[in-house]
């Protein structure tokens, strides 16, 4: 697994924190933005942070899967 910074903001932001949850499957759009600081310790750090245009759910909540089957993720039938 390898984890990304992705920052929403505005009504992204509200839609993203309402229904997205941890393990879901999300496609994002948007530009890649670095940053570069000097912490407490003189030392240079940098960053990397994914600035989010667009976020589509590809993927349902675990909650929700027993609600509409037929809106549930299905890994075996991505057809590439």
């Known amino acids: 697994t390898e984890w990304h ?6 009504g992204l932001g509200k839609t993203v924190a309402e229904h997205c949850e941890r393990g879901m499957k999300v ?6 933005h670095y940053t570069k600081w000097i912490d407490s310790m003189g030392n240079d750090r940098y960053g990397c942070e994914i600035i989010a245009e667009k ?13 509409n089957p037929e ?3 299905r890994d ?3 057809p590439f």
């Open 5 to 10: 910074r992705i920052t929403c903001f505005n």
């Open 27 to 32: 496609l994002v759009h948007g530009r890649i």
């Open 55 to 67: 976020v589509d759910f590809l993927s349902r909540p675990k909650s929700a899967e027993n609600e």
């Open 71 to 73: 809106l549930v993720d």
């Open 76 to 78: 075996d039938e991505i």
